[in-house]
Nanobody, 115 residues
Framework: QVHLVESGGGSVLPGESLRLSCVVS????????MYWYRQTPGRERELVAD???????NYVDAVKDRFIISRDNVRPTVFLRMDNLRPDDTAVYYC?????????WGRGTQVTVSS
């Protein structure tokens, strides 16, 4: 079975930082791209960042220069470092993998940015 388990969310003040982690099991992690999505109530899930198997990265414009996605193929874990957080970053953050013709999801971790 494929499992993705996120951690690292929390409540922070605007301008602060968080690092999300997602531990993956059940797939040959190093072969597949990984994704971080986020979702707020009443809105569709939004792709935030992705990283290829050879660590090329892409970001949605709203998080460029503030978020960094990275991966550790040994652990195997994907990370999302989030700096200079803003209230509109508040969401449930999900990691995802598309492997073997299926998209797999974690259960999400809540990030709340509020003064």
């Amino acid at each position: 079975q494929v499992h993705l388990v996120e951690s690292g969310g929390g409540s922070v003040l605007p301008g602060e930082s968080l690092r999300l982690s997602c531990v993956v099991s059940g797939i040959n992690f190093r072969l597949y791209p990984m994704y971080w999505y986020r979702q707020t109530p009443g809105r569709e899930r939004e792709l935030v960042a992705d990283i290829t198997s050879d660590s090329k990265t892409n970001y949605v414009d709203a998080v460029k220069d503030r978020f960094i996605i990275s991966r550790d193929n040994v652990r195997p874990t994907v990370f999302l470092r989030m700096d200079n957080l803003r209230p509109d970053d508040t969401a449930v953050y999900y990691c995802s993998s598309y492997a073997r013709g299926n998209q797999f999801w974690g259960r999400g971790t809540q990030v709340t940015v509020s003064s």
